[in-house]
């Protein structure tokens, strides 16, 4: 490609919108344009050039274990989602409007309906499973803040696979083969990423692995272990049960005057007594389906603190809010004293698992300015749930060394579905005894489109892009410092036409403009390597620039093919 033609409109300015260094880099470098400033995007010739590179990657791996590429519609017919059920419960993402005749229709913001409608129509016996089927295509989501450019639109690209299987066992070998596959992927585009183990919802275990490329600027904070491989999701992430060093306040079982305590820290320094032995009784609204709530304490050490998305799994709701001092009251509960043990009759207690061995322990007696002492919980019959946010330092549940937090992109996300949307569709199969059976599946997003912001997030220095070899819109730019130069022109066109005939992706910057101008959009646009053809060609001599730390070699122009065949 020659730069004179192409369409690639580089800007000094910073939209106002962006703060992220991709945001600034895709736009600034002419590779999107926003329309409207809401979400939606544009992509430029070379944007869709990096974002066909990337779709090339993920298509050729997932081919190459035998997932076939489908194209589903974009526009779903509202019916489908309600046989899910989703169709009511999905909130305002879902972007759902009428056709001419007045049929409900939405914008697919993820597909499960619609290929499972496809199966169901086509697949009968187990003989025709396992299948593996799978489409890069556009999603919308009417986001509540759409915002990072390609991170978070409303319409973007995104790879959606959807596995179907006659049993459990078939289910999670594939599952396996894609958590591999997507390795393979987000090697190959040369990103520094970790697999998490991440939120399951109702369904729980290991069923859920997000992909997260290291980023400072990650909207999803993970948990890390430096020794072994372990890492998941906050609200996934698990430690080894804590101990406590300090003194257990034992006591024997009664009722004690405490006013104006209300808080862990002010218990704590009333009793002299880590909190480790103290009950933190949070009060939450669950918010269930059918437009149903209820009041639910949830227990756990006062040392520790209450991860929502955990909670709201424990009791199966869609989501936990704040309970109001009305709704606490009117429910019987006194806030700032409230107990897991004196929980007035009806109110849903769960208790963390770290509360199943606790003794000495001092909670609330739902009573104002009074809590109770000497609390034994060992043994009691109760609901017990994993509720603990893991906090750092806390010790890797694997290997025992201390955890940390970091900060990932989430680009990739691999779920273990079963049957939730075979079962209500009715995508069945005939077994060996012709009995019919559910399909078992799981399903396999990867956000093509936030992959392009979040390859630049991870790869960028204050000059623009550094495109992994994998994702550059060229493998190679070419510029002429002086295109009135002829010696320097005539260099410039021989290396192009050499370098296209091997079949190199080579960008030939032989503008008329400044070389300082040209020189700012190479390092903006971010191609791997460049040969800069300048005044030094009269000593024999070209600049060979390798984009990752600006590093420029002086090379006579002998050496320049060889090097370029070498490279490429
Ligand atoms: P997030 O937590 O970031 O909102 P999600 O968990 O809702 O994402 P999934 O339903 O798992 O997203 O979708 C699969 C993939 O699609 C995600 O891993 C992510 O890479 C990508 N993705 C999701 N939402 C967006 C968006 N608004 N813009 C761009 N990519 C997105
Ligand atoms: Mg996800």
């Known amino acids: 490609m020659r730069f004179s033609r192409l369409l690639v409109p580089t800007t000094k300015e910073t939209p106002n919108d962006a703060t992220l260094a991709s945001h600034i880099y895709l736009i600034r470098g002419g590779f999107i344009q926003s329309v409207g400033g809401s979400g939606l995007y544009n992509f430029l010739p070379l944007g869709k050039k990096v974002l066909d590179k990337v779709r090339a990657v993920v298509k050729e791996e997932l081919d190459k274990v035998g997932c076939q590429e489908v194209a589903l519609s974009f526009v779903t017919p509202a019916s489908l989602w309600e046989e899910s059920g989703r169709f009511e419960k999905y909130g305002k993402e879902l972007l759902r409007f009428k056709d001419r005749k007045n049929n409900d229709f939405i914008l697919g913001p993820t597909h499960e309906e619609m290929m499972v409608n496809m199966v169901r129509q086509t697949v009968k016996s187990y003989k025709q499973l396992p299948l593996n089927l799978y489409q890069i295509n556009l999603k919308f989501r009417d986001e509540i803040r759409p915002r990072f450019g390609l991170m978070r639109g409303r319409e973007f690209l995104m790879k959606d696979g959807y596995s179907f299987h006659a049993s459990q066992e078939d289910m999670e070998r594939e599952f396996n083969l894609m958590e591999e596959t997507y390795k393979k992927i987000f090697t190959r585009l040369g990103l520094e990423f970790r697999v ?52 257990a306040p034992e006591a024997v079982f009664s009722k004690f ?119 034994d ?30 900060k990932g992109i989430e680009a990739g996300h691999i779920f273990q579905l079963g049957t939730q949307y075979s079962k209500p569709l009715g995508a069945n199969f005939l077994d060996e005894n012709g009995k019919a059976q559910p399909m078992v599946m799981g399903t396999y997003g990867i956000g093509v489109s936030r992959l392009l912001a979040a390859i630049i997030e991870q790869n960028h220095d204050d000059k623009g892009c550094i495109w992994t070899k994998a994702s550059a ?28 005939e091997k079949g190199v992706d080579v960008l030939l910057d032989e503008r008329k403009d400044r070389f300082g101008a040209k020189m700012k959009d190479y ?12 005044k030094k060609l009269a000593d024999g001599l070209v600049e060979f620039v390798t984009r ?14 060889p090097l370029l065949n070498e490279k490429f």
């Open 257 to 375: 005057h405490t006013p104006d305590t209300k808080t862990i820290e002010a218990l704590s320094t009333f009793f002299h007594v880590d909190p480790y032995y103290l009950v933190k009784t949070v009060a939450k609204k669950a918010l269930y389906d059918e437009g149903k709530s209820e009041t639910v304490l949830f227990a756990l050490r006062g040392s520790d603190e209450l991860q929502e998305v955990k909670a709201c799994n424990a009791v199966g709701a869609n989501d936990l809010i704040e309970v109001t001092e009305e709704e606490l009251s009117e429910a019987g509960l006194v806030a700032g004293y409230m107990g897991p043990t004196t929980a007035p009759e009806g109110i849903k207690v769960v208790y963390d698992n770290n509360m199943k061995n606790a003794s000495s322990m001092i909670c609330g007696a739902n009573e104002e300015d009074y809590h109770l002492i000497g609390n």
């Open 473 to 500: 819109p060229f493998d190679l730019q070419i510029l002429v410092s002086n295109i009135k130069d002829e010696a320097q022109l005539a260099l410039g066109e021989k290396l192009y036409a050499s370098m296209l």
């Open 548 to 561: 990752d730390g600006m590093v420029k070699e002086e090379i006579s122009i002998d050496a320049i093919s």
């Open 377 to 406: 919980f060992k043994g009691i019959d109760a609901a017990y749930a994993d509720l603990v946010a893991v906090q750092e330092n806390d010790l890797c549940s694997c290997c025992g060394e201390p955890l940390r937090y970091t």
């Open 196 to 247: 998490v183990a991440a939120d399951s919802g109702a369904i729980g275990g290991s069923g859920s692995k997000e992909f997260m490329v290291l980023a400072d600027s990650g909207e999803d904070t993970i948990v890390v272990c430096d020794n072994c491989d372990y890492g998941a999701n906050i609200e996934a992430a698990i430690r080894q049960e804590k101990v406590c060093e300090a003194e």
């Open 523 to 534: 390092e903006l646009l971010g191609v791997p390597y460049a040969v800069v053809i300048g």
